[in-house]
């Protein structure tokens, strides 16, 4: 697997307003492969928002260096080039969607690419097919609910046919059928298409769907490993702020009052399971 | 509250006037104008009409919607009626006092309104017909020409689709912020013109802090999807014209050139 | 006592419209006074709409809202007063904020109640007390402080009010676990210290089961469930069928139940969960 993102000792910080230095980022080195589907796990301002817009040049580090498919993102000239590879959906899905109809919002990117308007027409209806909104494309944006317009936002990053997405906290402001919808598409998006996903969330159980957990803290890594092995530090990652599912909380919380039971309990049915050949055992 | 006003007076449909290319649409209500207002001859001006009804009801809008397109208007229309009936000189019908009201006046006045209501009902069939985004597609392709005197055509064109596309967002935030407000108290219902301006201030700074967060963050979502103005952009709607647009092109021509035979060949008796 | 009383409450939105859509549809309820209740029901279940009804925000096309026993609609209401009386704090509240200090905006209401400046002066500190603001933030500008700490002048700007009834919707939306935990423990704060009649809308199962005594679940429109937690949480199935989940740790104790171990029909919190294993293994003998 070729490697798509690359950072290598970032540091970035940025002035206060009463002249401190706010380190965001501490010499951060981190790299993903093509097909990965990673999350980036952290409280707010851990740094992982910022290190994401380092990915796509929006952000270049003050030392150190990114590339992005191979390319500087500091170098200026590539920068156009950077971004039709390597797309960005936001937090709010209000604030990205750019035209009054929907298929004319997703074909915005690939406009701006000066891309021939027959292979846009192609690549809007299988972008919109992709992400299940086909059906809703003469609709206006704001007719849709959250979840739908977060699908939205993703099928204009879709049509530029990127090499990897990176999605910045896009399930914060949905509820959970919002949620859902998104996480399934973009799931379905890196096992179908083998698009590399990089998921930014403080959500541990849409964490728990990626294949590589990234956990960041005050700028630094914390942990990036598999899900299993990540979550199997719940003291840690309360310490740090952030929450583990239920499943794996009891599972501690019974070793620690000293029953034998895996240290790597994720899903449910792995709890259920354990936790019957605990009782059965003693049966 | 706010909910209920609506943007633009789109009525979708699938009519020929709805399919029509937006820019055929545009010339061609341009070009009505200019024939209401050649049109000196109550002939002239019954084609005028005759072409309304003729396109309104293909159209399918329903006509009580003209009659809605002109509320705004009739204080208009009463006052310019007003004027030319009594200071209009001529032939003296009614005469009391210092007001005198003459035939040439009470014409122009019947003239003058017709082509007022004329002219509004045929732009409103535009806008009724044609949706606001390919209405300002239309404008945009149609000013292309102007860009090479340095106006920014396609920066203004953009400009006018995001404000219609944020419209309804800022609609629904400031309904949000309204309830927040009232919901500590705020009193936006009673109170002297002053006191109610003051009482917007709890609205209108959370509205503006948020469209300005909006635009930074579209701003960024629209460089990240490369945008970087009309330079080297395409479109995915071309706009073709077609045969339905040409002979609606014809059919309008015809009714100018017959307007312009009209007020030859009949004695013209109306003022220009 | 009743705090919230409603009697066949009706909302019809747009009515007359081809748009009409009976958003809260013959309602009656009724909430005891210093009760904690979570909110849950769906996008669209008509759960907002319910909620602006308690404090005369929206007002009912049919039927009564009654707030301690009067009715809000009847004539000789003063519905102002009972904006105060009851505090509504809505999504992403930080987005209302608008005076040039934190001590401005929290004020906002106060004034409004027509409270002297020593009153005004008084609940200010109360309400950042309880949120957990420190008083150095609160001559500086709303628009300087972080994301979280906005949040939480938001809540104490009608914490300030001193209300009856607070009803937060989603107060923790986009925010950390941490930053929800905080907020969220900060209000059961407040209602242990002042025996205020809460309702708490969410989405997370797990808040609901952590932080309420009873659950209300509004379905399409209708009350569909008002009862304890446990009790609302052990009709799992019916709660799934209608869209919405529970508690991760319930649905493992309930799969454990089907496979015949003897534990409680509704486990929804770890503190219980644990209690629950250690329990049986107990009586195993271990």
């Not at chain 2, 009201?101 to 309104?113: C, F, P, Q, R």
């Not at chain 2, 007022?116 to 985004?133: D, F, M, N, R, V």
């Not at chain 2, 597609?137 to 149609?142: F, H, K, N, P, Y």
């Not at chain 3, 979280?148 to 809540?155: L, N, P």
């Given at each position: 697997?070729?490697?798509?993102?690359?950072?290598?000792?970032?540091?970035?910080?940025?002035?206060?307003?009463?002249n401190?230095?706010?380190i965001?980022?501490?010499?951060i080195?981190?790299?993903?492969?093509?097909?990965?589907?990673?999350?980036?796990?952290?409280?707010?301002?851990?740094?992982?928002?910022?290190?994401?817009?380092?990915?796509?040049?929006?952000?270049?580090?003050?030392?150190?260096?990114?590339?992005?498919?191979g390319?500087d993102?500091?170098?200026?000239?590539e920068?156009?080039?950077?971004?039709?590879?390597?797309?960005?959906?936001?937090?709010?899905?209000?604030?990205?969607?750019v035209?009054?109809?929907?298929?004319?919002?997703?074909a915005?990117?690939p406009?701006?690419?000066?891309?021939a308007?027959?292979?846009?027409?192609?690549r809007?209806d299988?972008?919109?097919?992709?992400?299940?909104?086909?059906?809703?494309?003469d609709?206006?944006?704001?007719?849709?609910s959250?979840g739908q317009?977060?699908?939205?936002?993703?099928?204009?990053?879709?049509?530029?046919?990127?090499?990897?997405?990176?999605?910045?906290?896009?399930?914060?402001?949905?509820?959970?059928k919002?949620?859902?919808e998104?996480?399934?598409?973009i799931?379905?998006?890196?096992?179908?298409?083998?698009i590399?996903?990089?998921?930014?969330?403080?959500?541990m159980?849409?964490?728990?769907?990626?294949?590589?957990?990234?956990?960041?803290?005050?700028?630094?890594?914390?942990?990036d490993?598999t899900?299993?092995?990540?979550?199997?530090?719940v003291?840690?990652?309360?310490?740090?702020?952030?929450?583990?599912?239920?499943?794996?909380?009891?599972?501690?919380?019974?070793?620690?009052?000293g029953?034998?039971?895996?240290?790597?309990?994720?899903t449910e049915?792995?709890?259920?399971?354990?936790?019957?050949?605990l009782?059965?055992?003693?049966? | 509250?706010?909910?209920?006003?609506?943007?633009?007076?789109?009525?979708?449909?699938?009519?020929?006037?709805?399919?029509?290319?937006?820019?055929?649409?545009i010339?061609?209500?341009?070009?009505?104008?200019?024939?209401?207002f050649?049109?000196?001859?109550?002939?002239?001006?019954?084609?005028?009409?005759?072409?309304?009804?003729?396109?309104?009801?293909?159209?399918?809008?329903?006509?009580?919607?003209?009659?809605?397109?002109?509320?705004?208007?009739?204080?208009?229309?009463?006052?310019?009626?007003?004027?030319?009936?009594?200071?209009?000189?001529?032939?003296?019908?009614?005469?009391?006092?210092i007001i005198?009201?003459?035939?040439?006046?009470?014409?122009?006045?019947?003239?003058?309104?017709?082509?007022?209501?004329?002219?509004?009902?045929?732009?409103?069939?535009?806008?009724?017909?044609?949706?606001?985004?390919?209405?300002t597609?239309?404008?945009?392709?149609?000013c292309?020409?102007?860009?090479?005197?340095?106006?920014?055509?396609?920066?203004?064109?953009?400009?006018?689709?995001i404000?219609?596309r944020?419209?309804?967002?800022?609609?629904?935030e400031?309904?949000?912020?309204?309830?927040?407000?009232?919901?500590r108290g705020?009193?936006?219902e009673?109170?002297?013109?002053?006191?109610?301006?003051?009482?917007?201030i709890?609205?209108?700074?959370?509205?503006?802090v948020?469209?300005?967060r909006r635009?930074?963050?579209?701003?960024?979502?629209?460089?990240?999807?490369?945008?970087?103005g009309?330079?080297?952009?395409?479109?995915?709607?071309?706009?073709?014209?077609?045969?339905?647009?040409?002979?609606?092109?014809?059919?309008?021509?015809i009714?100018?050139?017959?307007?312009?035979?009209?007020?030859?060949?009949?004695?013209?008796?109306?003022?220009? | 006592m009743?705090?919230?009383?409603?009697?066949?409450?009706?909302y019809?939105?747009?009515?007359?419209?081809p748009f009409?859509?009976?958003?809260?549809?013959?309602?009656?309820?009724?909430?005891?006074q210093?009760?904690?209740?979570?909110v849950?029901?769906?996008?669209?279940?008509?759960?907002?709409?319910?909620?602006?009804h308690?404090n005369g925000?929206?007002?009912p096309?049919?039927?009564?809202v009654?707030?301690?026993?009067?009715?809000?609609?009847?004539?000789?209401?003063?519905i102002?007063d009972?904006?105060?009386k009851?505090?509504?704090?809505?999504?992403?509240?930080?987005?209302?904020?608008?005076?040039?200090?934190?001590?401005?905006?929290?004020?906002?209401?106060?004034?409004?109640?027509?409270?002297?400046?020593e009153?005004?002066?008084?609940?200010?500190?109360?309400?950042?007390?309880?949120?957990?603001?420190?008083?150095?933030y609160?001559?500086?500008?709303p628009?300087?402080l972080?994301?979280?700490?906005?949040?939480?002048?938001?809540?104490a700007?009608?914490l300030?009010?001193?209300?009856?009834?607070?009803?937060?919707?989603?107060p923790?939306?986009?925010?950390?676990?941490?930053g929800?935990?905080?907020?969220?423990?900060q209000?059961?704060?407040?209602?242990?210290?002042?025996?205020?009649?809460?309702?708490?809308?969410?989405?997370?199962m797990e808040d609901?089961?952590?932080?309420?005594?009873?659950?209300l679940v509004?379905?399409?429109?209708?009350?569909a469930?008002?009862?304890d937690?446990?009790?609302?949480?052990?009709?799992?199935?019916?709660?799934?069928?209608?869209?919405?989940?529970?508690?991760q740790?319930?649905?493992?104790?309930?799969?454990?139940?089907?496979?015949?171990?003897?534990?409680?029909?509704?486990?929804?919190?770890?503190d219980?969960?644990?209690?629950?294993i250690?329990?049986?293994?107990?009586?195993?003998g271990?």
């Open positions: 697997m070729p490697e798509i993102l690359s950072a290598k000792g970032v540091t970035f910080g940025y002035l206060k307003e009463d401190e230095l706010n965001v980022l501490k010499n080195s981190l790299s993903i492969q093509e097909g990965e589907l990673v999350a980036i796990l952290g409280h707010n301002g851990s740094g992982k928002s910022t290190i994401a817009k380092h990915f796509n040049a929006i952000l270049v580090p003050q030392e150190g260096k990114v590339t992005a498919c390319i993102t500091k170098n200026e000239e920068i156009y080039r950077i971004r039709q590879q390597v797309g960005m959906v936001f937090q709010n899905p209000d604030n990205q969607i035209a009054t109809i929907v298929e004319e919002d997703v915005f990117g406009e701006n690419l000066g891309i308007p027959a292979e846009i027409r192609r809007v299988e972008a919109l097919k992709d992400v299940g909104m086909y059906e809703y494309k609709h206006a944006p704001h007719q849709l959250g317009k977060q699908r939205i936002a993703i099928a204009g990053i879709i049509a530029m046919r990127p090499r990897c997405i990176i999605l910045d906290e896009p399930t914060a402001m949905l509820d959970p919002g949620r859902r998104v996480l399934t598409t799931r379905k998006l890196n096992k179908e298409h083998n590399t996903v990089v998921l930014i969330t403080h959500y159980e849409e964490a728990a769907q990626c294949d590589r957990v990234v956990v960041m803290n005050d700028g630094e890594l914390l942990f490993s899900p299993r092995d990540v979550f199997s530090h003291q840690i990652l309360k310490e740090v702020g952030l929450d583990v599912p239920q499943t794996t909380e009891l599972c501690h919380e019974l070793r620690r009052a029953i034998n039971l895996p240290d790597d309990i994720l049915e792995e709890c259920v399971e354990a936790l019957t050949s009782l059965e055992g003693v049966r | 509250m706010l909910r209920d006003i609506t943007i633009g007076q789109y009525f979708p449909g699938s009519s020929a006037i709805h399919k029509l290319d937006p820019r055929m649409k010339v061609l209500t341009l070009a009505y104008i200019v024939m209401l050649i049109a000196s001859n109550p002939i002239g001006l019954l084609i005028g009409i005759l072409f309304l009804v003729f396109t309104y009801g293909i159209s399918k809008i329903p006509p009580r919607m003209i009659l809605k397109s002109l509320k705004p208007v009739v204080p208009i229309i009463i006052f310019t009626s007003v004027l030319n009936m009594f200071f209009i000189d001529g032939t003296p019908l009614v005469a009391f006092w005198k009201i003459t035939l040439e006046g009470v014409t122009t006045a019947v003239v003058m309104s017709i082509r007022i209501i004329c002219l509004i009902a045929g732009t409103s069939l535009l806008t009724y017909t044609t949706s606001p985004i390919s209405l597609d239309g404008i945009e392709r149609l292309n020409p102007l860009k090479r005197f340095k106006l920014p055509v396609h920066e203004l064109a953009m400009m006018m689709t404000a219609l944020f419209i309804p967002t800022l609609i629904e400031t309904d949000k912020i309204m309830s927040a407000q009232k919901a705020a009193d936006l009673t109170g002297g013109l002053m006191q109610r301006a003051r009482a917007l709890p609205i209108l700074i959370p509205l503006f948020s469209a300005f635009a930074d963050e579209l701003a960024l979502a629209m460089e990240c999807r490369c945008y970087r009309g330079e080297g952009r395409s479109r995915m709607k071309q706009l073709k014209i077609h045969s339905r647009d040409i002979f609606s092109g014809i059919f309008v021509a009714c100018i050139v017959g307007v312009i035979l009209i007020n030859v060949y009949a004695p013209v008796i109306l003022p220009m | 009743i705090a919230i009383k409603t009697e066949q409450l009706t019809t939105y747009s009515q007359g419209t009409e859509k009976t958003a809260v549809d013959h309602i009656d309820l009724e909430i005891e210093g009760e904690f209740v979570g849950i029901g769906h996008t669209g279940s008509g759960k907002s709409t319910l909620i602006q308690f925000l929206l007002k096309s049919f039927g009564r009654l707030i301690n026993g009067t009715d809000l609609w009847a004539p000789d209401t003063n102002r009972y904006r105060f009851v505090g509504l704090v809505f999504q992403y509240p930080e987005y209302q904020l608008f005076e040039e200090t934190v001590f401005k905006d929290i004020a906002f209401g106060p004034t409004n109640m027509g409270m002297n400046p009153q005004i002066k008084e609940s200010v500190y109360q309400a950042c007390h309880f949120v957990g603001l420190k008083e150095k609160l001559e500086k500008s628009f300087e972080s994301g979280g700490q906005k949040r939480r002048v938001a809540i700007g009608v300030a009010m001193n209300p009856d009834i607070l009803i937060l919707d989603e923790t939306a986009g925010l950390d676990p941490k929800r935990e905080r907020i969220l423990g209000i059961k704060e407040y209602h242990r210290a002042r025996h205020t009649t809460v309702l708490l809308v969410s989405h997370s609901i089961a952590k932080y309420a005594r009873k659950v509004i379905n399409q429109s209708k009350v469930m008002y009862d937690v446990a009790k609302v949480f052990s009709r799992a199935q019916e709660i799934t069928e209608m869209g919405l989940s529970v508690p740790i319930t649905r493992v104790f309930m799969q454990l139940r089907e496979r015949g171990f003897d534990v409680n029909e509704s486990v929804y919190t770890m219980y969960a644990k209690q629950e250690l329990r049986l293994l107990a009586e195993k271990v």
